[in-house]
């Protein structure tokens, strides 16, 4: 780790001063982490948690009928806990509660948790070549260990997977995040957010420099309710996904009228199948289908020598999300219309 | 068996006021931080410490030129974890070998000069291990005193080719780390030419004679002290060259210095168990009785250093079989020394052999429990010596009526994916546990006052399994104390002598030479207690119970009058204990760093413990996941001191068996020899969640051959066979032989599309 400048910002405006020649923490789960292991070495590290004392919009869940507003600096405990996303957004709640562990979930912040960066192995040792934290020096990954590393969204310069949860759910919820720059504010989908590697891995998100992730915003919809993610690990908790699924259904009858899906664990990117949603669209939702739909997910999957699995088991949790979807019951209709919670 | 005393440091170490090594106030203490390489083969070509040395704070670069001369490389294999000095070598021998130590004022500043320092290499290619070009391969007999030779009997190949039913079959376990949760380090201090080493180490008497050696200095100048341990398991067992190194680094800076490795350096410069690959070959008649046997190890080694764990040393005496024949070689790779971990030799060939045992048995159709019995031994097959006592079979049938093992006979024994629930394959399987019982030379000295307070000092080690408390628990009762009136001080080479904490010897060696040390101070009461009284009834009638002196039910004294008696205000007892067929000068040799353990297949009677551990498994019939929701395991291992503790490191040894089966593998590069998973993100080991139904029964044995305490160490016992119980209800349940650990649901995901 080398020696840093650390500032405290007090206000938004003043964040937005500091962010483009330095580095913000917020829960700090994954700088602090990559900055002792030499990965990065900002100059400087401004530290945002104060802000929601100034802006108390930064810290706080906000739902109702036009949906849900979460602030960036939200914990993932505190929004994996509240009620009312449990019953209207359950996508969004699941992918808080299996990722990580409970200690992490309490520090990490949303913002931060949408923007974490690769565990790819390679990458966070720094003296191995990496495309994506030295560019141009190559990717030790193509040949070498790579049974964590992506099947979709590769390119010949990086395969190193997105390794969160949240995005999923965000994805397939049609979720925003807020961005506050110099210009001011500005909605962009989560979807626009990252960055597949291609040949410039090192490019990870269409954020400008100067730009803050204030709030993630959800819309309501009369079938987020019928989410579910479902997340496969090498082991029962405190891992990250060998493969996850995050889907929103619309039924009508037993027919699907619209499905959102997003892959995680087996992509470079949050990924949106968009393939199989078309897959299923119109159709009896069923193992046939579901199946059928998890086909299409991953045809255009390239694998490398030791994740071939990653498409078998994809598939796998993508039909386990979708059947468990179909079958879920909407929430009573006491909590249907939502409420604001402080 | 004892009584279930609760750790008597157990408070101590969960509110934080346990010391350990790292954890010592040292006056203007400085700080070291190790760089190491970033190539497993080749030579430096140049080291630049100029930018390193001018970060403010920065006392010292420690490298081979400052080191040059100053330490003797060690002597691998008494106590010495390998051969090389690094600090002395220009070679790059392995991945994160350590060519520098930075010491400054603070933690901060060494670690920020530290990747300063600019390092140039001339490669080589490496060998990373078994199926890379370059490796040298020679024979494990006779490549350590450890291992003198491959046991054998009879003429295997004439009985394998008779056998009407036989077994050919390739077993590979994974490479594993340590991962203590104390970090590995190192805090030297010097004082007038005194050393004192605050070091978690599992031997600290033995330390203190390498660290003499290394440093060319006087033992009777140095102490090592190892008050507390956080996770040791054989990896603070033998020294690294670190700990030489860090006292130099304090003597060049002349301020006592610490040096805390990173967790990812933990890999590379501490030992770790490495990967085997095991071909078992086996014969049987129809009776289920076998005929032939053999058992071929490869294990992976360093180029400088021939370590060898030879597990078929219990492996070709576990059954009756007729014909033996074993071989272990040595594939020596550019990797680091391997070293101890939990039964070193037993956890990976007995995976093989169970493993082996479990698929003969469905070969023959009988039950795998009864083909153990079928095959139980009283004797060695390969000397012909017995077992001092054996009660694997009770172990068995205790640990399978507590399972449910019927179920499994119900289902049809050998019909696999016969107990399905919805998408999950159910499976039950069983395997044996087997350690051997050792013993080692200790002393140790005890001391009663007369406020019926007693002090027991050795400098053996609490690595957590209890050892600490079982002492206390030993002299209580033998001076009639309560276990809260015993002091113990352990893990300092300035107390009497005590073992290595390798080879399960701690309990059975420290109650012995306590007992030994209790009886002397027994025997003095005695003698003060009939003076002017006249002898007991009967000599037996004579104890020492609630502080009080008994000579029969009409005379007892409190044991400060006899110590007014005997004119002193204190007692104080100094007992050597030597095993059985020990060399004369056992303790000396101890003190000198040779630990002396007997026992085993070693001696003129074989000492072995044993267990049976069954489990239950649940495989996803898609997504090849597996769940572990039961294990139970039997176990019988002489006298149980204190059933409480027992019963901790065999549920932690199961535990342990489940991550060996499930998680854990450390990757190494094949390309580079460059372990790729250096942290607990990525080395696997389980979590709460994966760990469900946990019993442990401890079967009832009584042995008064294997030691004076009657004890069978059982520290090691519990993570033998469990990864082979795993395998064995993974095939009843998938029908699918998994013969690689961890197993992973890769593995189940790859066998279904072919």
């Not at chain 1, 962010?19 to 002792?36: F, P, Q």
């Not at chain 1, 390679?122 to 990717?139: D, H, L, T």
């Not at chain 2, 070293?339 to 956890?347: A, H, L």
């Amino acid at each position: 780790m080398q020696p840093f400048l650390f500032d405290r910002a007090g206000s938004v405006a003043e964040a937005l001063r500091a962010v483009s020649d330095a580095t913000v923490i917020a829960g700090g789960t994954n700088l602090v982490d990559y900055m002792r292991l030499g990965v990065v070495s900002p100059k400087r590290v401004v530290d945002i948690n104060g802000l929601n004392r100034e802006t108390a919009a930064l810290g706080r869940i906000t739902l109702d009928h036009q949906g849900l507003r979460l602030g960036a600096l939200v914990r993932m405990a505190e929004a994996e806990d509240h009620p009312g996303i449990r019953a209207h957004y359950p996508v969004l709640a699941d992918s808080l509660a299996l990722a990580a562990s409970r200690q992490i979930r309490t520090m990490a912040s949303l913002g931060g948790n949408l923007l974490q960066r690769t565990r790819c192995e390679y990458f966070r040792e720094a003296s191995w070549p990496c495309n994506k934290r030295r560019p141009g020096s190559g990717c030790a990954a193509l040949d070498g260990l790579n049974r964590q590393h992506a099947v979709l969204g590769t390119s010949d310069a990086c395969i190193a997977t997105y390794p969160g949860d949240m995005a999923q759910a965000l994805l397939v919820l049609d979720a925003q995040v807020e961005l506050t720059g110099p210009g001011g504010v500005r909605l962009m989908p989560v979807a626009k957010v990252h960055r597949q590697p291609g040949a410039t891995p090192y490019l990870e998100t269409t954020l400008a420099p100067d730009e803050l992730i204030t709030a993630l915003v959800v819309p309501a919809s009369p079938w987020s309710w019928r989410s579910r993610y479902v997340k496969v690990r090498d082991r029962r908790s405190f891992a990250f996904a060998l493969a996850s699924a995050a889907v929103a259904l619309d039924l009508e009858g037993d027919r699907v009228k619209q499905a959102r899906i997003a892959l995680g664990g087996v992509a470079t990117v949050p990924w949106r199948a968009e393939a199989a949603e078309v897959a299923l669209v119109g159709k009896p939702l069923d193992q046939t289908t579901a199946r059928a739909a998890a086909v299409a997910a991953f045809a255009g999957a390239r694998t490398r020598a030791h994740n071939a699995f990653k498409v078998p088991l994809g598939q796998e949790v993508l039909v386990q999300a979708l059947l468990q979807a179909g079958a879920l019951q909407p929430p009573p209709p006491t909590t249907r219309n939502g409420v604001t919670h402080a | 068996m004892g009584a279930p005393v609760a750790r008597i440091d157990g408070r101590l170490k969960v509110t934080g006021q346990a010391r350990y090594p790292a954890d010592t106030p040292l006056h203007n203490l400085a700080h070291g931080v190790m760089v190491t390489s970033t190539i497993a083969r080749g030579r430096i070509r140049s080291l630049d410490t100029t930018a390193a040395a001018s970060v403010p704070g920065v006392l010292l670069v420690l490298t081979r030129d400052q080191a040059q001369g100053q330490l003797t490389a060690p002597k691998f294999g008494t106590g010495g974890s390998t051969s090389i000095q690094p600090l002395n070598e220009e070679r790059i021998w392995h991945d994160g070998q350590t060519v520098a130590i930075v010491v400054a004022e603070t933690p901060e500043v060494a670690r920020e000069a530290a990747d300063l320092v600019a390092i140039t290499y001339d490669h080589d290619t490496p060998s990373a291990g078994f199926d890379a070009s370059g490796v040298e391969i020679v024979d494990g007999a006779g490549a350590s005193p450890m291992y003198p030779e491959d046991p054998k009997a009879g003429d295997f190949d004439t009985a394998f080719k008779a056998a009407p039913v036989v077994l050919d079959a390739t077993y590979n376990t994974a490479a594993q780390h340590h991962n203590p949760m104390e970090l590995f380090s190192t805090t030297a201090e010097w004082n007038d030419g005194q050393l004192t080493v605050y070091e978690p180490s599992q031997f600290v008497a033995g330390w203190r004679a390498q660290l003499a050696k290394q440093l060319d200095m006087d033992a009777a100048n140095i102490r090592v002290v190892s008050e507390y341990i956080g996770g040791a398991f054989g990896s603070k067992g033998p020294m690294t060259p670190r700990t030489a190194a860090v006292a130099l680094a304090a003597k060049l800076v002349k301020r006592p210095v610490r040096c805390v490795c990173a967790r990812a350096q933990g890999y590379t410069t501490a030992t770790f168990r490495a990967e085997t690959r095991q071909r078992i070959r086996m014969g049987a008649g129809r009776d289920g009785k076998i005929r032939a046997f053999s058992h071929e190890g490869w294990e992976l080694t360093s180029r400088p250093d021939d370590y060898v764990v030879g597990g078929t040393e219990t492996t070709a005496r576990l059954y009756a079989y007729g014909a033996v024949h074993t071989k272990v070689q040595l594939v020596k790779a550019d990797r680091n020394t391997p070293g101890y971990m939990r039964s070193p030799p037993e956890t990976p060939y007995v995976f093989g052999l169970e493993c082996a045992m479990d698929e003969m048995a469905e070969k023959l159709g009988l039950d795998p429990v009864e083909f153990r019995r079928v095959n139980d031994t009283q004797a060695d097959p390969v000397s012909g010596k017995r077992y001092t006592s054996r009660s694997l079979m009770r172990c068995y049938d205790e640990a399978a009526a507590a399972f449910g093992w019927q179920r499994r006979l119900d289902a049809g024994v050998w019909k696999t994916g016969a107990m399905r629930e919805g998408d999950w394959l159910v499976g039950l399987g069983c395997a044996t546990a087997v350690y051997p019982t050792q013993v080692a030379p200790c002393a140790a000295r005890v001391r009663l006052t007369a406020d019926g307070k007693a002090l027991l000092q050795t400098s053996a080690h609490e690595i957590g399994t209890g050892v600490r408390t079982v002492a206390a628990q030993t002299a209580a009762q033998a001076l009639g104390l309560s276990v809260e009136d015993v002091t113990v001080e352990m893990g300092d080479s300035a107390l009497p002598a005590g073992p290595v904490a390798g080879g399960s010897v701690s309990t059975a060696s420290v109650c012995s030479a306590v007992l030994k040390a209790c009886g002397a101070i027994r025997d003095k009461l005695y003698r003060a207690a009939t003076v002017n009284s006249g002898p007991p009834a009967t000599p037996e009638s004579f104890t020492l119970r609630d502080g009080m002196a008994v000579l029969d039910s009409g005379r007892s004294a409190p044991l400060s009058a006899l110590l007014q008696k005997l004119g002193t205000t204190q007692l104080e007892e100094y007992a050597e204990f030597a095993p059985e067929g020990s060399a004369p000068g056992a303790v000396e040799q101890l003190r000198q760093g040779n630990p002396g353990i007997m026992g085993g297949a070693k001696g003129p009677v074989l000492m072995y413990a044993f267990g049976a551990e069954f489990v239950e498994v649940r495989v996803h019939a898609r997504t090849g996941e597996i769940r572990v929701p039961r294990m139970v395991g039997a176990f019988a291992a002489g006298r149980i001191m204190n059933p409480r503790t027992a019963r901790s490191q065999l549920m932690g040894g199961m535990i342990w068996g489940l991550g060996a089966a499930l998680h854990e593998m450390t990757e190494i590069d094949p390309r580079h020899a460059r372990t790729v998973n250096r942290d607990l993100q990525d080395y696997l080991l389980p979590v709460n969640a994966d760990v469900e139904g946990v019993e442990v029964i401890l079967v009832p044995e009584t042995d008064t051959e294997v030691n004076p305490a009657g004890v069978k160490g059982l520290g090691e016992l519990g993570n033998v066979g469990t990864s082979s119980a795993i395998a064995s209800a993974i095939y009843h349940a998938t029908g699918r032989r998994l013969r690689d650990i961890p197993m992973r649901l890769d593995t189940l995901l790859q066998l279904q599309q072919t």
